[in-house]
């Protein structure tokens, strides 16, 4: 059973929200992931824009995005904080969530790709944050 959770927010006919569960199907495919896994929210339904307001503090303008959550001992899940709030970030740059760890994808430069390195700084950083 995994440990954390990736909720990836995206709409149906979306490119790019493809390209972004592409690229974290093929990372959780590796053993070095095996204690994440994904849940896909798809924010054009009722369930997929309930748990995208629940996040509230990812533009829904900066479409596909993430956030990583945790399951605790109970079995509750909660988000993992982002313990360099208000830092610049060098790899994930003005992608990168202020409150809680996750991404979501910047039009204004890059060409609005959440990349590989991006991807795995985040789910490395949100083992970090954890076990602070």
Known sequence: M???IIKVFGKEGCDKC???NRRLDDLLQKDEWSDFSKQYCDV???DGLVEFCNVECINPQRIPAMVVAKKDASGA???VENPAKGEKDPVCGSSKLHTFLGLQTD???GGGVL???MLKRVLSESRQ???A
């Open 2 to 4: 995994s440990e954390y």
């Open 18 to 20: 493809k390209v972004l």
């Open 44 to 46: 054009g339904t009722e």
């Open 77 to 79: 899940v909660r988000l």
């Open 107 to 109: 039009y204004t430069s």
């Open 115 to 117: 990349t590989p390195k």
């Open 129 to 131: 944050a954890d076990s």
